[in-house]
């Protein structure tokens, strides 16, 4: 059963614009949700993160959204550049039962020249 | 660098046997957690120790044990392999809060690419 979604596998962006990555999760229970990004044949390197008490997080280049009533967040990058294409995975937990992530299938991010 | 390590990087084994995969978190942090990826699967929790105990338990097969050490390193043994074992493995770590204390951010290591033949 997967309670985090990623329904994009695939994204194309020109460098200089903004990327936009969606996320959406079933499960009311999550209180903390990071993103993730991950080269081929090296291990998820942490974001960004947002606690259920917020709506925004930002830090530097990438910004991201909580809407709770929708159960959605999104990962804004801007201005996106070359070296941001990876596979962006999001992930949620519930610190009520021992924080483990829940993680979505991944976007890859490709920003072209 | 994340300051997680894994050993080994690869593992290339027969159906049947059996490998131990080590991890060793971030200096300070308390809690591992192991992660499988396969291909159709995804990132998949598969359990998770704190401070030599274990605190959580995802879709981890019974083949697949785990444990914690007095220095914090953890090893997950795979036994009785089949060939859909076939993942890269993947440990974490993090500070680790008490319930309901608060973010919990969890530091991932390179992994370790297995290969059941």
């Known amino acids: 059963d997967q309670q985090v979604k990623q329904n994009s596998p695939s994204l194309s962006v020109q460098e200089g614009r903004i990327s936009i990555l969606n996320c959406d999760y079933t499960?009311?229970?999550?209180?903390?949700f990071l993103w993730y990004k991950k080269y081929p044949a090296e291990g998820p390197t942490f974001l960004i993160s947002?606690?259920?008490?917020?709506d925004k997080n930002e830090d530097g280049r990438f910004t991201v959204f909580l809407n709770k009533s929708a159960k959605h967040l999104s990962l804004h990058i801007v201005p996106s550049q070359p070296g941001d294409s990876a596979v962006y995975f999001c992930?949620?937990?519930?610190?009520?039962?021992?924080?483990?992530?829940?993680f979505g299938k991944g976007t890859s991010l490709l920003v072209t020249p | 660098d994340s300051g997680v390590t894994q050993t080994p990087k690869h593992l290339i084994t027969a159906t049947g046997q059996r490998v131990t995969l080590r991890c060793s978190p971030r200096?300070?942090?308390?809690?591992v957690y192991w992660y499988q990826q396969s291909l159709d699967q995804g990132l998949q929790f598969l359990i998770q120790?704190?401070?030599?105990?274990?605190?959580a338990k995802g879709n981890i097969l019974e083949r697949f044990s785990a444990q914690q050490f007095p220095d914090l390193h953890s090893e997950l043994n795979l036994s009785s392999l089949e060939l859909g074992d076939s993942a890269l493995y993947f440990c974490?770590?993090?500070?680790?809060?008490?319930f309901g204390g608060g973010a919990d951010t969890q530091y991932f290591g390179p992994g370790t690419r297995l290969t059941v033949l």
């Open positions: 974490a770590s993090s500070v680790s809060h008490q």
């Open positions: 992930a949620a937990s519930n610190s009520n039962s021992g924080y483990a992530l829940n």
């Open positions: 200096s300070g942090d308390l809690s």
């Open positions: 947002i606690s259920s008490i917020k």
């Open positions: 120790y704190y401070n030599g105990e274990e605190r």
């Open positions: 499960n009311s229970m999550f209180d903390y």
